[in-house]
């Protein structure tokens, strides 16, 4: 039932996400201008410069609070200029891989040579998907060229902007697969089929090679100098390339030998600094492990901060002294989210001799792990009530009574737990957690600042004060405006139309929201910035530590903040915006009242949600909407990779590593599940989520809900989700 997993996760992986390729906005504040300008020298490689401006930093901000989150930042740019040198250089078309010949970092331009002979092996990029398709994994971005041996042409189709989850694309095949040199075609997953003319130009002598070209919004196929078809316009402009085998060549068991095919175009931003920094970032890892010595490289005063940050966890009842570290451990385990380790530390406790008091404390503990709130607060207000002056037991109290009775209790139970220990950190961080959640930033800052001056203040304190310094920044608007409403509170950039539009059409999806689960989210806003610039737009994600890049909106879960690309226009006009939004907006509602969903709630519901409700106004194909196309997409999706699925049961208990470890497929397969419970057509389904949800938002864990609520109407679940999955063994 720990809640907290997640989110701390997500807040290391920030700090530690300080990655000097990622453009950011303007910095406030003296702090973040030092840590900006000791970046900045190390990207400009200036390697013994950004050490000497680094230690500075630790000395100047010594005795600031604000810089004690900030740590692991500045310890990141100390070591990567301390690894810069060491000597190590980068070499991107190594790097690349692939196939790669040639790359220009400044213009992502990449020159690709397919080796037939290495194409489909570990190195070589190229992955045969479930239909028989091989699709190179590196996304590209405008215009783009694949040149093919005339001989090929017959045998393979290429794929332009190919959507590997999806499916979708266009596919060109430059000339007729049945070897009849006849005319070729061009097609899209959901469209018909669009003919091309003649392949090639009569004349006696055939051509060598033939080149498929994006160039702007249309496809062109050419032979050595000549054209030989028509353009299609074409509006996807980001993608990966593929090649579709015909039935002659995908008829073989064995894996066909792609041609030596010849690629040249530009990687998507996102795509080509994953593949440098991430080549970096494996080389600093070793570097680190055998020549980092952080006690060495560390001031001394930051090594004892970090000592004594875990000090708090002494703080707990009268135990054998045999078994206080292990009762140490259990209690950190609860407040890190880490129910494997704590359920391995009260289990071996078990036997141990200990006081009634202490015994109803670990057994509180341990219900919480096993996702019983009512046992696990009833234990846990046993102990408190034993032994009052205990404020671990009050702290714990108050922690499982924020996840099962809301954040109004649990405030008040924190207040209480630091009426008997006033420096107890758990109790500190739950107090300003909720003030965040309420949006009291000022409040949330007295707390923290109140944690700063204990001695026994946690590592989650820095992390809710990282929290606490992104929440108060702001793009770099040269206009910017606020909307706050009662759910929502909207950032952007000078037009007030804009933050209007969107709290309506917020608004909106929030009645949907709830008519869908029956639950009323709690009353806090979360928080909605709109950023209509590109370059902007990418930054901005970079610093929150998510990937917005090619996405219309993104939801940020430790920020409780919902990033969305204003495109401008009318407000869920475009498809894609509008389904990201509503998938955003149902994460973030979700979120009000059950803080750590199960991945295939988090993700599936929220895409299945985000799909349904869509408007029926026609589209290419005649008398068919939308409605009708995403009906077409997802059955689609459901043949490619049915395979692949998991059996339904596994599928709702699976915890985030393992859902993370298969994330495409399983998307897929919870997303199908997720429908049949959003939009139940079966009566025995009809109000099967909202109890779901309500068991979630009562404190009851994901293994305890899905027991109670969902396993009983296990195969109507897998009826009516359709080819989701194989049975339960």
């Not at 190919?162 to 070897?179: F, R, S």
């Not at 902007?536 to 610093?543: F, K, P, R, S, V």
Request: glycine share 8%; proline share 6%.
């Amino acid at each position: 039932m720990t809640r907290n997993a997640s989110y701390a996760t997500a807040l290391v992986a920030l700090c530690l996400a300080a990655a000097p390729a990622a453009a950011v906005p303007p910095s406030e504040g003296t702090l973040d201008a030092d840590l900006d300008a000791a970046r900045k020298l190390v990207q400009d490689r200036q390697w013994q410069a950004g050490i000497d401006a680094v230690k500075a930093v630790f000395e100047e901000h010594k005795d600031d609070p604000e810089a004690r989150p900030r740590f692991a930042e500045m310890e990141d740019v100390l070591r990567r200029s301390a690894f810069g040198l060491s000597g190590w250089t980068l070499d991107p078309v190594k790097t690349i891989g692939r196939g790669a010949v040639k790359y220009t970092a400044s213009t992502r331009a990449i020159e690709i040579a397919v080796d037939p002979a290495k194409a489909t092996s570990a190195e070589g990029g190229w992955k045969r998907h479930a239909d028989g398709d091989f699709v190179l994994d590196l996304p590209f971005d405008g215009d783009v060229t694949v040149e093919l041996p005339w001989r090929d042409a017959g045998d393979w189709g290429v794929l332009l902007s190919w959507d590997t989850l999806g499916g979708t694309g266009w596919c060109v095949e430059p000339k007729a697969q049945d070897h009849s040199g006849g005319p070729g075609r061009i097609t899209r997953h959901d469209e018909e089929s669009k003919v091309l003319g003649p392949v090639a130009a009569p004349r006696a002598k055939e051509p060598t090679t033939v080149r498929v070209v994006r160039a702007g919004s249309t496809i062109v196929v050419w032979g050595d100098k000549s054209q030989l078809a028509q353009e299609v316009a074409v509006g996807d402009r980001t993608g990966c390339i593929g090649l579709r085998p015909s039935i002659d060549v995908g008829s073989s068991e064995e894996t066909p030998r792609l041609p030596a095919a010849r690629i040249t175009g530009k990687l998507a931003s996102g795509a080509a600094r994953k593949l440098l920094a991430g080549a970096e970032d494996r080389a600093l890892r070793e570097w680190t492990a055998k020549s980092w010595h952080r006690a060495d490289a560390l001031p001394k005063w930051v090594l004892e901060l970090e000592a004594a940050s875990g000090a708090w966890a002494t703080r707990i009842p009268e135990v054998p002294e045999a078994s206080r570290v292990v009762v140490q451990e259990a209690v950190t385990a609860f407040y890190a989210g880490d129910v494997a380790t704590l359920r391995a530390r009260t289990a071996a406790l078990a036997e141990v001799e200990v006081s009634e008091p202490t015994r109803d404390f670990i057994d509180g503990l341990q219900a919480s792990a096993e996702g019983h709130a009512a046992e696990s607060e009833a234990a846990l207000r046993k102990a408190s009530s034993a032994d009052p002056k205990s404020g671990a037991a009050a702290a714990a109290l108050a922690q499982v009574l924020r996840w099962s009775r809301g954040e109004d209790v649990a405030f008040d139970a924190a207040g209480a737990a630091l009426a008997i220990d006033p420096a107890y950190a758990p109790a500190l961080d739950i107090r300003a957690e909720i003030q965040f959640a309420r949006g009291d930033l000022d409040g949330m800052r007295a707390t923290l600042d109140a944690a700063a001056k204990a001695a026994t203040a946690s590592r989650r304190t820095a992390e809710l004060r990282e929290v606490l310094r992104l929440a108060r920044r702001r793009p770099a608007w040269k206009k910017p405006g606020e909307r706050a409403g009662e759910r929502f509170a909207i950032a952007f950039d000078g037009d007030a139309s804009r933050g209007t539009a969107f709290e309506k059409a917020l608004d909106a999806i929030r009645v949907e929201f709830e008519k869908s689960v029956r639950m009323t989210p709690a009353a806090t806003r979360f928080r909605v910035v709109l950023v209509s610039d590109a370059a902007l737009w990418e930054a901005w994600g970079a610093e929150r530590g998510v990937e917005a890049e090619g996405r219309e909106a993104v939801y940020v879960p430790h920020l409780r903040e919902l990033l969305v690309r204003d495109p401008g226009g009318p407000v869920g006009d475009d498809p894609a915006a509008r389904a990201a939004l509503r998938s955003g907006a149902f994460r973030a509602l979700l979120h009000r009242s059950v803080a750590d969903a199960p991945p295939w709630l988090d993700r599936g519901a929220a895409t299945a949600f985000g799909a349904l409700g869509a408007p029926t106004r026609p589209v290419k194909k005649e008398g068919a909407g939308e409605a009708a196309m995403s009906a077409l997409r997802e059955s689609t999706l459901l043949a490619r990779f049915s395979r692949r699925f998991v059996p339904v049961a596994d599928l709702l208990t699976a915890d985030a590593a393992t859902f993370e470890a298969n994330v495409d497929v399983l998307t897929i397969q919870s997303r199908a599940v997720a429908r049949a419970l959003l939009a139940p057509q079966d009566p025995s389904l009809k109000g099967v989520l909202a109890k779901y949800v309500d068991a979630l938002a009562s404190g009851r864990g994901q293994d305890v809900a899905f027991h109670d609520v969902l396993e009983p109407v296990l195969p109507a679940i897998e009826a009516a989700a359709g080819r989701s999955g194989p049975p339960r063994k």
